[in-house]
């Protein structure tokens, strides 16, 4: 398998002060990586430092090109990016949020093909948004917005898709159909996948990779059976034997 993204010696955080640092980690195609760990402990930095959205130290590459190499509009057709910060667009639709997602592959006046079209609508179908398409972005509930930013991922064709805590505002049964589409995705279209996650049961069954995180740093990593360990996940997350077995056995 190739590998699409390498991180090497990744230092980043904010002003002076670094958050994370000597951060390591490759992803190949088709695979699916976690990032497991508490709040606090860097995951979020990471995963906007690896996509060019804080200033690093260290190397960052895509698809064998250093990150900042990549031209802009290039970057656009390869990396798709869904963080926690709250989009709240002005005067658009769900449908006109979608087809956001083609802008990369659009002429300067941004003008959809029929080619185009007919992704922005395959988009909403696969993440289950027809009923709501025509809706106001901003009159939609949580969940239905990180489904609809799921779309505009989607549509967006990449070859790396980096998510931050994308579940957190949907029930179950849309927490399930979006794991489902993530590894149709990885299995079908070969993307490499990233994400942050808090459901540790999930993250166990989709991951091909789990980095655990913590204190700014990569204190464990490797395959799902290698993690997911009754005493790496208590000391990952300072769990005490009594509330583990209380709450997990």
Do not use: W
């Not at 958050?19 to 190949?28: H, W």
């Not at 976690?34 to 698809?63: C, D, M, Q």
Request: aromatic share 8%; net charge negative.
């Amino acid at each position: 398998m190739s590998v699409f993204v390498e991180v090497c010696n990744l230092s980043a955080g904010y002003g002076k002060k670094d958050v994370i640092s000597d951060v390591n980690f490759t992803v190949s195609e088709g695979e699916i990586l976690t990032l497991i760990g508490p709040n606090g402990g860097g995951k979020s930095t990471v995963l906007k430092a690896v996509t060019g959205f804080l200033p690093k130290r260290g190397e960052v590459k895509f698809l064998g090109q250093e990150l900042e190499k990549i031209p802009r509009r290039e970057l656009s057709k390869i990396l798709s990016v869904m963080l926690t910060e709250r989009v709240r667009p002005d005067l658009m639709t769900c449908r006109d949020v979608v087809s956001a997602g083609r802008y990369p592959y659009t002429g300067m006046m941004g003008v959809l093909s029929e080619n185009d079209r007919e992704i922005v609508e395959d988009s909403i179908k696969i993440v289950e948004a027809e009923n709501f398409a025509d809706a106001d972005f901003n009159s939609i509930s949580d969940g239905q917005r990180q489904r609809i930013l799921l779309a505009r991922a989607i549509c967006q064709q990449p070859e790396i898709l980096v998510l931050d805590e994308p579940t957190s505002y949907l029930d179950i049964r849309h927490k399930i159909v979006f794991f489902e589409i993530l590894e149709k995705l990885a299995a079908e279209r070969k993307i490499a996948v990233i994400l942050s996650l808090h459901e540790l049961d999930f993250a166990e069954k989709i991951s091909a990779k789990t980095v655990c995180v913590r204190d700014g740093k990569i204190v464990l990593s490797g395959t799902p059976d290698e993690v997911f360990t009754r005493e790496n996940i208590r000391d990952l997350y300072g769990i005490s034997e009594m509330l583990y077995g209380k709450y997990f056995d």
